[in-house]
């Protein structure tokens, strides 16, 4: 009977461990499928209401066991280029970081990744559309596809717009 409980007694403190140890290495091989140089097109709302803008984007995606880095560029109308980057770190499926889009100031962003998606709550830098909440997703659409998509609220209607949405390839 003390050996049973022993044996149940180890396997409930190692089988944590052990899960933990599986769910980073997933959040790893996760973030090394998306490594590398992506390029795509897409669009993007400079405001709500106003008219999307066609962009075309080359980003780099460099991947750790824990961590994501994001650098790159979205060009807009052949002669305008903004730069875009975004530093993540995992801890299991939770993540957090920064985003540093066109107006150069850093956004933090916070969320989790459900399946092939990594959901971030951002809160901006400034007030943008009225507010400074929106939520961004990275979503990895198939082996070499990727997509980039910001979604915020019409501050008029309540309703949720795709400010920008972003399709990539390898």
Not at 47 to 75: H, P, T, Y
């Amino acid at each position: 009977m003390h050996a049973q409980f022993l044996a149940i007694l180890t396997a409930a403190l190692v089988l944590p461990i052990g899960m933990a140890g599986s769910a980073t290495a997933a959040e790893g091989e996760f973030l090394k499928s998306i490594d590398g140089k992506w390029s795509g097109k897409g669009t993007v709302l400079t405001r709500i209401g106003g008219k999307s803008v066609n962009v075309s984007c080359n980003v780099d995606f460099s991947a750790g066991a824990d961590e994501l880095a994001m650098q790159g560029s979205c060009r807009a109308l052949a002669v305008v280029s903004r730069s875009i980057s975004a530093a993540l770190k995992a801890s299991g499926t939770r993540y957090s970081g920064t985003y540093t889009g066109p107006s150069g100031q850093p956004s933090s962003l916070s969320g989790t990744r459900q399946g092939d998606s990594i959901n971030l709550a951002v809160r901006w830098a400034r007030n943008i559309n009225g507010d400074r909440k929106a939520t961004m997703t990275i979503a990895k659409l198939g082996e070499n596809r990727l997509r980039l998509q910001t979604i915020d609220n019409d501050p008029a209607s309540g309703k949720s717009v795709v400010t920008s949405r972003i399709d990539l390839s390898q």
